[in-house]
């Protein structure tokens, strides 16, 4: 057993989870008894491996595959080492602030997927919000359209 990753245990624990709380929400009692004891026993096999990992934890290996390549270790020191800054907030949390730039984007001839992206909406939200702005600007004459 333990040369089986804790991963991989934790997995088929999460799964005999997900299968005997399945079997309780359709009814199938019997079927869900079944899976119990099976379901504890590898909670006891999770548990005893977080165990023995915690105990064995100095003698880390070092990674494998494409983490353990030079390029991407340097890399990842650089991301530890960087400063955390905070994510750019939505471009426009006013309503009105976000449809004025929407329809300042079509105006300067932008398309509706790049202003969609730009804005992270929807191609339908921005149509509507131009719509809603066509109809609401008033015509040559002076009038509203409706």
Request: glycine share 4%.
């Amino acid at each position: 057993m333990s040369n089986i990753p804790r991963v991989s245990l934790e997995d088929t624990y999460t799964l005999l989870q997900l299968m005997r709380e399945t079997a309780l929400m359709k009814g199938r009692q019997a079927q869900a008894d079944k899976l119990n004891p099976v379901t504890e026993q590898m909670r006891t096999l999770v548990e005893n491996s977080r165990k023995t990992d915690q105990s064995a934890a100095p003698h880390t290996q070092p990674p494998a595959g494409i983490l353990g390549q030079a390029d991407f270790q340097q890399l990842l020191e650089v991301s530890k080492n960087r400063p955390v800054t905070q994510p750019p907030a939505a471009p426009a949390s006013d309503p009105a602030e976000r449809n004025r730039l929407i329809v300042a984007m079509a105006a300067a001839q932008m398309s509706e997927v790049d202003i969609a992206r730009q804005m992270g909406m929807t191609r339908e939200e921005v149509r509507l919000v131009l719509s809603v702005q066509q109809r609401s600007t008033p015509n040559v004459q002076g009038g509203y359209i409706r």
